[in-house]
C-alpha cells in the first residue's frame, strides 16, 4: 500500500489466532488417559520473549555493517521480537539504488509488532516513526458520520450476499439428496451421446464431447459424494462469512466500540510514504479532517530534516510473523486474483493488487519498496505495479539461485525464534532469508 498526503488507511478483518494443542497420555490402572493440553500459554510466553541483536553473519557473509547502513541513508526501526538484516543485493532495488547515490536523503524500515498497522500500534513506534504514521492516517474517531454508515451498508450487503449463496446450495443440496438433480444429469448425459451421432460438424462435435465430459465428471462426482461434500463446504463457508459480517454489524451499530475496535484492529499490513511529492493535500480532504491537516502541517514545520525521506512500515505481528516456510520465495507461490484478467481486458486493474498470496513480511517489504518510482511524475507506483514487479524480482531470484546457487537477491533477512531457513528445506537456527 502507497500512501500519499490524504487520509487513507485500509481495513483489514484478520484471522483469529490458532494456538497449538498437544495431546498427553498417561498410562493408569486400567488402560490410557488421553488428555488434550492447549499449549497456547507456553506459545505466548515464548513469542514475548526478545530475540538478541545479533547479524547471522556465519550465514550471510554479505550482510550490511551498521556503518554501511548509516552512510547508504538507510535506519531500521526493530523490534524485540522481529530483527530484519539487509544483504548488499538491496541496492539492485531502485529505492535503495538511490538512497546509496544520494539522490533522496534516506530510507526508514519501521517493523510493527501488530496484526495490522492500526493507529494503536502507532502509538507504539519511536517519535519520528509515529508522527510520520499519525500524518497521513485519520484515527477512527475522526471518522465522518457517512464513514460509519456506508460500512454499516457495506457489512449488511455482505451478509445478504453470503445468505442468498446459502439459500442457493441448500436448493441445489434439496435437489441432490431427491436424487431429482441426478436425474437431470443422466438426462442430460443421454442427450449429448444421442447429438454427437447426429450432428456431422466436427468443430460442432468437439463442443458437444466437451459438454458431454462435463456432465459425465458431474455424474461421476454424485455418485462417489465429491458433489455432496462440495455443496457442504461451501454451504458452511457462507455460513461463516454470514456469522463474522453479523459479528462486525454488531460492533460497527455500536460506535463507540467500532471505533475502539477500528483503532486496535484496522489498518493494512504495509505502508509506503514518500516525504518530498506528498507535502500538499488535496482539497476534498481539507477541513473534512481538521486533526490531519494539523498533524500534517506540524510534522514538515517541526521536522524539516524528513523532506525527501522515505519511511516503509512492515506488520510483523501476529500472523504475519516471519516464518521459515515464508524464505526463499518461489515464482510458484504466486496467486492472481481471479478477477485481473476481467479488468485488464477493461483496462482498470492498475488501482488493484494483483496477487493474493503469498503474502508475508518479505512480500510486503518488496511491495512497499516497489511502490517508489524514481524518476517521472508519479508520486508512487500502483498496487498492480508494485505486485508485478515483486513477481519479477522473484523470477529473477528463483531463476539465478537455482541455476547457480546465488541467494543474494533475497536480501531481506529477518531474525526470529521460529527457525533459520537457508533453502525451503533445511531448518537449522533462527533467521530466514526472504
Same mark, same amino acid.
Given at each position: 500500500?502507497? !500512501? ?18 498437544? #495431546?498427553?497420555? #498417561? ?23 526478545? $530475540?538478541? +541483536? $545479533? ?42 539504488? +538511490? ?13 510493527? +509488532? ?36 456506508? =460500512? ?7 451478509? =445478504? ?13 434439496? =435437489? ?46 454424485? =455418485? ?30 455500536? !460506535? ?128 498492480? +505495479? ?15 539461485? !537455482? ?32
Amino acid at each position: 500500500m502507497s !500512501q500519499e498526503a490524504e487520509p487513507g488507511v485500509q481495513h483489514h478483518r484478520l484471522s483469529r489466532r490458532t494456538f497449538l494443542k498437544g #495431546t498427553v497420555v #498417561t498410562i493408569g490402572g486400567v488402560g490410557a488417559v488421553l488428555v488434550e493440553v492447549n499449549l497456547g500459554w507456553i506459545r505466548s510466553l515464548l513469542d514475548k520473549l526478545p $530475540v538478541p +541483536d $545479533v547479524p547471522p553473519r556465519e550465514k550471510f557473509n554479505d550482510l550490511l555493517e551498521p556503518e554501511q547502513l548509516r552512510i547508504n541513508g538507510i535506519r531500521i526501526y526493530q523490534t524485540s521480537r522481529v530483527k530484519l538484516y539487509l544483504r548488499e543485493g538491496i541496492f539492485d532495488f531502485p529505492l535503495f539504488k +538511490d538512497a546509496k547515490e544520494g539522490k533522496i536523503v534516506g530510507v526508514n524500515i519501521v517493523l510493527v +509488532d501488530h496484526t495490522s498497522l492500526s493507529w494503536n500500534a502507532s502509538e507504539k513506534l519511536s517519535e519520528e516513526a509515529r508522527l510520520v504514521w499519525q500524518a497521513f492516517s485519520v484515527h477512527p474517531q475522526e471518522e465522518p458520520e457517512d464513514y460509519w454508515r456506508s =460500512k454499516i451498508k457495506q457489512a449488511e450487503d455482505d451478509v =445478504k450476499s453470503a445468505q442468498e449463496r446459502i439459500q442457493s446450495w441448500q436448493e441445489r443440496m434439496s =435437489k441432490f439428496t431427491t436424487g431429482e438433480y441426478q436425474k437431470e444429469v443422466e438426462e442430460s448425459i443421454a442427450d449429448y451421446q444421442r447429438w454427437i451421432q447426429e450432428i456431422t460438424s466436427p468443430q460442432l462435435r468437439g463442443e458437444y464431447e466437451e459438454s458431454l465430459r462435463y456432465w459425465e465428471e458431474k455424474l461421476r462426482k454424485i =455418485k462417489n459424494g465429491e458433489l455432496k461434500k462440495e455443496y457442504e463446504e461451501n454451504i458452511a463457508s457462507n455460513q461463516s462469512l454470514a456469522d463474522e459480517g453479523n459479528k462486525e454489524l454488531a460492533i460497527l451499530r455500536d !460506535q463507540p466500540r467500532a471505533i475502539a475496535h477500528e483503532a486496535e484492529n484496522g489498518g493494512p499490513q504495509g505502508s509506503f510514504t514518500r516525504l518530498d511529492r506528498y507535502q500538499k493535500m488535496k482539497e476534498e480532504y481539507k477541513g473534512k479532517y481538521p486533526q490531519l491537516e494539523q498533524r500534517h502541517k506540524e510534522l514538515f514545520v517541526n521536522y524539516p530534516e524528513l523532506h525527501n525521506q522515505v519511511f516503509i512500515y512492515i506488520v510483523v505481528g501476529g500472523e504475519f510473523k516471519p516464518h521459515p516456510q515464508q524464505s526463499y520465495l518461489e515464482p510458484g507461490w504466486f496467486q492472481e486474483y481471479p478477477w485481473i484478467p476481467q479488468l485488464r481486458d477493461v483496462g482498470r486493474e492498475k488501482a488493484y493488487h494483483r496477487y493474493s498470496e503469498p503474502f508475508t513480511a518479505g512480500t510486503t517489504l518488496r511491495h512497499e519498496a516497489f511502490h517508489y518510482e524514481s524518476e517521472g511524475e508519479k508520486s508512487a507506483a500502483d498496487e498492480y +505495479d508494485a505486485d508485478t514487479r515483486v513477481f519479477e524480482s522473484v523470477v529473477s531470484a528463483w531463476e539465478k539461485y !537455482q541455476q547457480t546457487g546465488d541467494t543474494s537477491s533475497y536480501p531481506f533477512v529477518f531474525v526470529t525464534r521460529e527457525g533459520i531457513t537457508v533453502t525451503k528445506k533445511l531448518v537449522t537456527s533462527s533467521m530466514q532469508g526472504l
